[in-house]
């Protein structure tokens, strides 16, 4: 997971070295993150709780129409059962691919996907009145500290540069410390931005 984040902290990087012919946009939106456990043949998923995002990218061009975009996010993920709310909140550094179809003088509507790796910050699961941090680690009373997986977005960006977006962000990384079962990450997401 190690190398993961360091290749992609490198892409980024590179990318800020081609500044000429790169442009750099930011995002913001909601976040509407679950739990998806699975084992024994069994699978579940808490409700969708609420939380946020907050991404810096560059977005270099690769072909006509075509870009590749390494960013750094903060991400509010976590999730919901009846009142107890789980947050957790990551450090992601996802690299997307992202096509861009014009549609005339007013701007383009745009696809991608890519994978991500992620850091836990901090976590904290509170309900009934009660609250309590979550701890990283490996030991079997804590989260897995890496997350892992692929962001898929869409939208529609301006000739100006503003966008709207949308996106779901699929964990692969089991966050799981205990037995066989598996706990992912999931994300629904709605966002504005700004390219510069």
Do not use: C
């Not at 939106?29 to 456990?37: C, D, Y």
């Not at 075509?66 to 999730?79: D, T, V, Y």
């Not at 059962?81 to 690299?95: A, G, Q, S």
């Amino acid at each position: 997971m190690k190398k993961i984040l360091l290749s992609l902290g490198a892409a980024f990087l590179l990318a800020a070295g081609a500044q000429a012919q790169t442009s750099w946009g930011a995002k913001a939106g909601l976040n509407f993150p679950k739990l998806n456990a699975s084992g024994n043949g069994v699978t579940e998923s808490t409700d969708a709780s609420t939380n946020f995002y907050v991404t810096g990218y560059a977005s270099i061009p690769a072909a006509a129409n075509f870009a590749i975009q390494p960013g750094l996010s903060l991400q509010g993920k976590g999730g919901k059962i009846d009142d107890v709310k789980t947050n957790l909140m990551y450090l992601e550094v996802p690299v997307n691919a992202v096509y861009y179809i014009p549609t005339g003088y007013t701007g383009s509507v745009f696809i991608g996907a890519g994978p991500y790796a992620a850091l836990g910050l901090s976590g904290k699961v509170k309900g009934g009145g009660q609250s309590y941090d979550i701890n990283f680690g490996s030991a079997d009373d804590e989260v897995n500290r890496f997350d892992w997986g692929f962001n898929f977005l869409a939208g529609y960006k301006l000739t100006n540069g503003f966008l709207v977006n949308a996106g779901y962000g699929l964990g692969l990384g089991n966050l799981n410390n205990v037995g066989s079962g598996n706990l992912r990450n999931g994300v629904f997401s709605a966002g504005v931005g700004f390219e510069f």
